[in-house]
C-alpha cells in the first residue's frame, strides 16, 4: 500500500514563491541555468572487493553502485541468457528523512526504473553471459547505495549504475566436470556492455522547466519526469514521479529539453573511462 | 519486451492479432457501485483484463501519526488476485505492485481535493481479478470511477491507457501477448477535462517521433474512455 508522505518537512511558502520567481527569470537558488545539471563528478572502482563499481557525485548528491558477478540458475524461459538484478537502498546516512529497514517504495521505484532502462535497452548483451547454456550463467547483482541526498537520485542512480556496469569485470573460472563453477582468480574479462544508457529528469514547476532538480526544488516541484535515454538518442524509459500532474502541451517540452541534455551525463560517463 | 519472438505474427494486414485495428481499444465495460460495503467501488473491464475498486473516505485515520493538518492523506494498493496471471502470483505484495501503487497514488493525489478533508485518510483499492495486459491503466480507471461514486471531490475523471509498439508499429492499448512480445509499452493516465497527465512511464524503447505520435494515439484512447466513464456515472443518478 502506498500513503501519503506525512512525515516530509514542511516547506515555507516564501522558499517555494522565491525558487518559482526565481526560475521565471531564467535562474535558481544555487545561481544555475533552467537547463543546467550539477557538476558530476565519477569515480571508478570506488568500493574494492566489488567486480565493477563507481561513486557518482552529481552536486552534493553521492550515489555508490557495485557490481558483483557471481554463477547462477537462469530463468527457465531465457535458458541461454544471463540474468540482471538491480536493487537500491536509500541509506539512512544520507537523509535525516531516511529510515533503516528494507527498501520502501521510492528506493524499489529507482531500482525499477533504472532495471528497465538497462535492460529494454539491451545495454548488457545478457546473450554472453551463458556459462553452461540452460544451467549455469552469469547473474549480474546492481546494487545502488544512496549515500547522500541532496536530490535527482534517479539521474545519479542510473549513472552510478552504468558506470559500475561499464567497470565491471567477469571473474577468472572455471567450470569442473560436475557443472559447477569455481573462480579461479581476479575478474579480467569485460563485462559485455553494448549501450550507455544515461538519464535526464525535468522537474515541472509553474510554467517552468529544471534540469536536474536538487533537493531544496524537488520540494516544491508540481512533479518530476524522468527521461532515459540511448547513445543515440532512442527514449528508454521514462517515468513521472512525483504527485502533481504535468499539462499534457507540456511533456513534449519537456522531452525536447531532456534530449538537448542527455549528452551532458553521457559525456561525464564518456570521460571517467578515457583516463 | 521480452526480446522473444511471438508464437504467432501480431500484425497481419494491418490487422491485430486479435483482429483490431492499430487504433482500436479493446471492448470495455464499466459498473459503477457494485460493492454493498465500500463507500464507492467500480468494476471495469477491459478485453480480458479485470479490475474492481474501491474507496473509503474521507474517513478518520487508523493511527495518530498518520494525520495532516492540511489535507486528507491518500493510501492506495493496486493488487493482483493470485489465480489473476496464467502462473499463480504470491499474494505477497511484489516491487511492481508496491511500484505501481506508489505511482497510481501520486496520480490520484493530482485529482483528488484533499485540501477539503484535512486529518483524514481516503482509502483506495484496486484488485487485479484477471490480468491481460494494462492493468495500471484500467486499475487507475476503475479507482477514478470508485472515487466518483463514494462523491470524493475531484477536479477531474482519470482515465488510463496503454500505447504500446508491436513488429514496429505504434499500437493502442496493448494486450498481454502484444506487451510481451512487443518492443514498448507505454501508459498513461490524464485528467481528460483539464489535459493534466497525472501518470506517464515507458518499458521499451522509442524513436523521439514515435514517442510523440503514441502521446496523441494515448491521448485519442483516453477521451474514448473518459466518455465511457462520464456515460456510467451518469446513468447510475439518471435512475435516482
Known amino acids: 500500500m502506498s500513503i501519503t508522505p506525512f512525515n516530509i518537512p514542511i516547506v515555507p511558502k516564501l522558499k517555494k514563491e522565491t525558487i518559482y520567481s526565481l526560475a521565471r527569470k531564467g535562474s535558481r537558488i544555487d545561481k544555475r541555468k533552467l537547463d543546467q545539471f550539477r557538476e558530476i563528478k565519477i569515480t571508478l572502482g570506488a568500493a574494492g572487493k566489488a567486480h565493477g563499481s563507481a561513486l557518482v557525485e552529481l552536486g552534493h548528491t553521492k550515489v555508490l553502485a557495485g557490481v558483483k558477478i557471481e554463477p547462477g540458475r537462469p530463468f527457465s524461459d531465457m535458458p541461454d541468457q544471463g540474468v540482471l538484478n538491480v536493487s537500491a537502498e536509500f541509506l539512512p546516512i544520507a537523509s535525516s528523512e531516511f529510515e533503516p529497514g528494507p527498501p520502501d517504495e521510492n528506493a524499489i521505484e529507482v531500482a525499477r526504473v533504472v532495471d528497465r532502462a538497462l535492460r529494454e535497452s539491451q545495454a548488457i548483451d545478457l546473450g554472453k553471459l551463458a556459462i553452461i547454456p540452460g544451467e549455469k550463467v552469469w547473474v549480474v ?59 535526464v529528469t525535468i522537474g515541472a514547476l509553474g510554467n517552468v522547466f529544471l534540469v536536474d532538480p536538487s533537493l531544496e526544488e524537488e520540494a516544491v516541484l508540481d512533479t518530476r519526469i524522468m527521461f532515459s535515454f540511448d547513445e543515440e538518442g532512442n527514449l528508454v524509459g521514462m517515468q513521472k514521479t512525483g504527485a502533481g500532474w504535468l499539462d499534457w502541451d507540456k511533456v513534449a517540452i519537456a522531452f ?3 534530449r538537448n541534455k542527455y549528452t551532458v551525463p553521457l559525456r561525464a560517463l564518456q570521460g571517467a573511462f578515457k583516463s | 519486451m521480452s526480446g522473444k519472438k511471438p508464437p504467432f505474427p501480431l500484425l497481419k494486414d494491418g490487422k491485430r492479432h486479435d483482429g483490431r485495428g492499430p487504433m482500436d481499444l479493446r471492448p470495455i465495460q464499466m459498473k459503477v457501485g457494485i460493492l454493498h460495503n ?25 493511527m495518530k501519526a498518520m494525520i495532516l493538518p492540511d489535507r486528507a492523506v491518500i493510501r492506495f494498493r493496486y493488487h493482483m488476485a493470485p489465480f489473476s496471471t496464467d502462473e499463480r502470483k504470491s499474494p505477497a505484495p511484489s516491487r511492481r505492485e508496491i511500484e505501481l501503487s506508489k505511482v497510481i ?62 513488429e514496429g508499429q505504434l499500437v493502442l492499448d496493448i494486450d498481454q501477448v502484444e506487451d510481451e512480445y512487443g518492443e514498448a509499452d507505454m501508459p498513461v493516465a490524464a485528467i481528460v477535462g483539464l489535459r ?45
Not at chain 1, 149 to 156: K, M, P, R
Not at chain 2, 38 to 46: H, L, P
Open chain 1, 141 to 199: 547483482w546492481v546494487d545502488i547505495n544512496v549515500l547522500d541526498h541532496d536530490g535527482n537520485l534517479f539521474d545519479a542512480s542510473m549513472l552510478a549504475a552504468m558506470a559500475a556496469l561499464l567497470d565491471a569485470k567477469i571473474p577468472q573460472h572455471e567450470i569442473l566436470e560436475d557443472g559447477s563453477v569455481r573462480i579461479i582468480g581476479p575478474p579480467i574479462e569485460p563485462l559485455p556492455v553494448k549501450k550507455r544508457v544515461v538519464s
Open chain 1, 256 to 258: 525536447n529539453i531532456a
Open chain 2, 38 to 62: 465500500a463507500d464507492g467501488s467500480a468494476w471495469v473491464k477491459m478485453g480480458r483484463t479485470e479490475v474492481i475498486a474501491a474507496a473509503y473516505g474521507p474517513r478518520e485515520p487508523p
Open chain 2, 105 to 166: 497514488r501520486e496520480a490520484l493525489e493530482a485529482t483528488i481535493l484533499t485540501h477539503l478533508f484535512p486529518r483524514t485518510v481516503i482509502d483506495v483499492f484496486a484488485e487485479v481479478i484477471q490480468a491481460d495486459g494494462g492493468t495500471r491503466t484500467a486499475a487507475i480507471t476503475a479507482a477514478s470511477l470508485a472515487l466518483a461514486d463514494a462523491g470524493i471531490p475531484m477536479k477531474g475523471l482519470i482515465a488510463g491507457v496503454a500505447v504500446g509498439k508491436v
Open chain 2, 196 to 240: 493534466k497527465i497525472v501518470l506517464l512511464q515507458l518499458n521499451g524503447v522509442l524513436k523521439p517521433d514515435e514517442f510523440l505520435k503514441a502521446l496523441s494515439m494515448a491521448w485519442e484512447g483516453l477521451k474514448r474512455i473518459y466518455e465511457l466513464e462520464r456515460s456510467v456515472l451518469g446513468s447510475k443518478y439518471k435512475g435516482v
